[in-house]
């Protein structure tokens, strides 16, 4: 049994077991909490789930005890007295200022990070802050998202504490400086790693001829001084930022391996040792660096989806004021400003037409290459292009409002959220450096203990120190999904976060919906048989009433349908829609029906008559039954057709030979699906299914041990995209920021779910390859420089190739 409230949703229903969605509960932590509690405090329930970033809980109970109706009354009574609760205040240290404690989502960029440990440390500290509910860091495109009540300058604070800069993104602006930034910071890496390598050949060069020479060896020395002093400087920086707070990362390594070196070196130069280390510490230093450049060159290209976005939003538009046109920045264009865009020119925000048409390049948002005329009254999205027209327009949304910002916000989550997959390479990361550390110190005590002189021992530990990797784990997930979301994304497919990208590689059942995802969503009236005394007019202007609010596929062919004729629709009285069976309106004191036979035989209405010959005609020719009703009787058909897209069968022939099952998932009767279903190929039907029996029908192949994914509009299929394993709602770019699904296909194009699978298969493909060579890497390499094999200098070029290889493999995905 399947409960709709008010207050929360049953979305999936067994004998012991419920799952439901409590919009109250999302992102507010503390009222997860408190729901979690009170219900695991009721006789009969076992044992409760709830999840605050999903606003889902999963509820485990004894029928025998509790039976699922009082179990769901239960429910709304909690639920009714949360929705009543306001959100308990951050605790905030004692002496700091107040600041806004309603939960926002912050998306900032990070600077100063190194390795994986940087992202973890980072994580670590916010998460276990009571003003902070999520704190997400992605190390390959260097940003943070932060959910919770913490400000701007507290954030920036804690941060610039433990050693790391932050600059905020919550504009396009901000975002295409934050871009700037890093481009000139990987022209100055370029710079630093030229002078750094130009001052350590000659370094590497005496080392090797080991020079007996005081002079010379003395200019080893002051060749070598500022390549630690400036070249290595942020490395000594940051390890001495994160030593105050009692922690490490990987620049701990480096410093403590070539500042030990270089300190070793200079103290034997004193007292004429003959071993010198120099040449080890400079090429320590240079080697890092340019696995350090390599990396930064690596994320750039891997980031090109955001760039190629913010390019779409001109820097500046043309606002007009009392007549006057002025260019300003787009920041400083403001809701209700009227702006001018001239033909050529992208269009700067989002708004509506005042004046003037145009063609208008929408494949940014609609996927759809043929241009569309917008005139007057007309909605237009920020990033679009203005072909051939001069148009005017007021804006509705700026900043992070607008539809761009929307996608780009949307590509970033996906980009920073983190695959299960990579928890275990978190775990690992997080632990590993001074578990180098202690091999490093046991290293060194190992060849003392066996007799050797200290210079042998030291130099064996240093190369342990400098030859660990922990880069490589870190980078081996989020550079795969970074790069993975970002092609989808110049696709046209917008994948809400890594989890999902990982689940779609395991599809291996998919429910599609008919109306508007295998058929073009454009379904036209073409034929109406009137079983009544009325006039066809009447019948006509009733159902165009009836229709005028409903967002049903339907709804706008009846309402061609009617104008076709030439009339207009009124206002009904009432009006009531019912999910995937129908709509119920008062028009001018008569009450009109409009839907499925399953509908009309709900309301009491005896359709009999109606059913004959040219209802089993329509089916027969895959045309779809709208049954009409007046005051409680029968009035007659409307036939309504929709052909399949032209991608259908090639996606559907596809999808087969990827070893995927697909069916047919349709409120429509079963011969006009079947009808449709036969000319794509689909061999499995389930016909007059509602929103709820869609969702019994996936939990039937999941309790069969399948992965299941749903393709559907988003509206009724927004049930059964939350219960599957994967949804991919069909629908419009300028829809991408709504949350009905796990994936956007913003052209509709069934392709596009075939692109994702086979994207996501090649992903974890990479992601796994990943993760062997980074684990492999360090339980092979540690252990050699530990036995004295490696020098230092060869072991900090092994270590700065394991990362990057981690990142040229992934930019594979990219092709």
């Known amino acids: 049994m399947i409960i709709t409230s008010a207050r929360f949703t ?23 909490y408190i729901l979690s509690i009170l219900l695991s405090k009721h006789t009969g329930v076992k044992s409760v789930e709830v999840s605050h970033v999903s606003g889902n809980a999963i509820i485990l109970f004894n029928p025998a005890s509790i039976s699922f109706n009082r179990l769901t009354e239960l429910l709304d009574t909690l639920v009714l007295t949360l929705s009543k609760r306001p959100p308990l205040k951050a605790v905030r240290p004692e002496g700091k200022a107040p600041f806004d404690t309603e939960p926002h989502e912050r998306t900032v960029a990070v600077g100063g990070m190194t390795c994986a440990s940087c992202a973890l440390l980072i994580e670590l500290v916010l998460n276990r802050r009571g003003d902070v509910q999520r704190a997400e860091v992605n190390l390959a495109s260097e940003t943070m998202c932060v959910y919770g009540s913490i400000s701007q ?25 934050h871009m700037a930034r890093e481009e000139e910071r990987l022209r100055r890496s370029r710079r630093r790693l030229l002078i750094c390598a130009i001052l350590s050949a000659p370094v590497m060069a005496l080392g090797m001829a080991m020079p007996s020479s005081r002079v010379l060896r003395f200019l080893e020395f002051v060749l070598t001084v500022p390549v630690v002093f400036w070249a290595g400087r942020p490395f000594f920086e940051r390890s001495a930022a994160l030593a105050r707070d009692g922690r490490a990362n990987m620049d701990s390594l480096i410093a403590i391996g070539s500042g030990s070196a270089f300190l070793y070196s200079t103290a034997a130069m004193v007292t004429d040792d003959s071993h010198l280390y120099f040449e080890s510490v400079t090429g320590i230093i240079t080697l890092v660096l340019l696995g350090r450049y390599l990396e930064e060159r690596a994320k750039a290209s891997a980031a090109d989806a955001i760039r190629k976005l913010l390019d779409m939003q001109p820097p500046t538009a043309a606002v007009i004021n009392n007549g006057v046109e002025r260019r300003v920045s787009v920041d400083d264009v403001k809701v209700g400003d009227d702006v001018l865009v001239r ?14 048409s ?22 237009l999205t920020g990033g679009t292009i203005n072909i051939d ?26 980009q920073s959220s983190k695959a299960p997959i990579q928890r275990l390479a978190d775990r690992v ?24 002189p200290l210079s042998n021992a030291f130099i064996n530990a240093v190369s342990v120190l400098v030859i660990s990797c922990p880069c490589a784990l870190g980078l081996a997930t989020p550079a795969a999904v970074m790069t993975a979301a970002g092609r989808a994304a110049r696709d046209g497919i917008f994948i809400h976060d890594a989890e999902s990208l990982q689940k779609a590689c395991s599809i291996d059942t998919l429910l599609l919906d008919k109306t508007g995802t295998i058929t073009e969503g454009r379904p036209v009236v073409t034929d109406f048989y009137n079983r009544s005394t009325l006039d066809n007019h009447d019948i006509a202007a009733l159902l165009a009433s009836a229709e005028r609010h409903s967002e049903h596929y339907y709804a706008a062919a009846i309402l061609d349908y009617a104008m076709g004729m030439g009339l207009s629709p009124t206002e009904p009285t009432t009006f009531e829609s019912f999910v995937g069976k129908g709509v119920k309106a008062q028009v001018n004191g008569r009450t009109v029906l409009v839907g499925s036979e399953l509908f009309l035989r709900d309301q009491d209405v005896p359709i009999g008559q109606l059913l004959s010959s040219p209802s089993e005609l329509l089916t027969s020719e895959g045309k779809t039954s709208v049954l009409v009703a007046v005051d409680g009787l029968p009035v007659g058909i409307l036939a309504v057709s929709d052909n399949p897209r032209a991608t259908s069968r090639t996606a559907i022939g596809r999808l087969h030979s990827m070893g995927i099952n697909t069916v047919m998932v349709t409120g429509d009767n079963h011969r006009a699906a079947s009808h449709i279903a036969g000319l794509v190929g689909i061999t499995e039907v389930i016909s007059s299914a509602t929103p709820e029996h869609k969702v019994k029908v996936i939990a039937k192949y999941k309790e069969k041990g399948h992965v299941v994914a749903m393709v559907g509009d988003g509206v009724n299929d927004a049930p059964a995209l939350a219960s599957c394993d994967v949804g991919f709602a069909v629908g419009r770019g300028t829809d991408i920021a709504k949350e009905t699904a796990q994936v956007t296909l913003v052209s509709g194009n069934l392709l596009k779910v075939a692109d994702t699978i086979e994207l996501s298969r090649k992903t974890m493909s990479v992601i796994k390859q990943n993760l062997f060579w980074a684990f492999a890497y360090n339980v092979i390499a540690i252990p050699i420089a ?13 270590m ?16």
């Not at 005017?392 to 989550?413: E, H, N, P, Q």
């Not at 990361?429 to 050797?452: E, K």
């Not at 700065?800 to 092709?815: D, Q």
């Open 343 to 356: 033909p050529g020119e992208r269009v700067p925000l989002d708004g509506v037409v005042l004046w003037g």
């Open 800 to 815: 700065a190739l394991s990362s990057v290889s981690v990142l040229t493999n992934s930019l594979r995905l990219r092709a």
């Open 389 to 414: 027209g001069c148009v005017c327009l007021r804006i509705s949304a700026v900043g992070a409002d607008t539809v761009l910002s929307g996608i780009i916000r949307m590509v970033d989550r996906a």
């Open 10 to 32: 049953v979305i999936h229903s067994l004998k012991r077991r419920i799952r439901v969605s409590v919009p109250v509960i999302k992102r507010v932590r503390e009222k997860a």
């Open 153 to 177: 300058e507290e954030l920036t604070g804690v941060l610039r504490r433990i050693g790391y800069k932050v600059s905020p993104l919550n504009t396009l602006s901000q975002r295409k400086l």
């Open 786 to 798: 530990a036995a004295g094999i490696l020098n230092p200098t060869i072991a900090s070029a092994a």
């Open 358 to 379: 145009s063609a208008v390049d929408e494949s940014m948002v609609t996927g759809e290459s043929a241009p569309v005329v917008k005139t007057c009254g007309d909605r």
């Open 429 to 452: 990361s997080s632990r590993f450096v001074p578990a180098v550390m202690s091999i490093s110190a046991l290293t060194a005590l190992y060849w003392l203990a066996r007799g050797y």
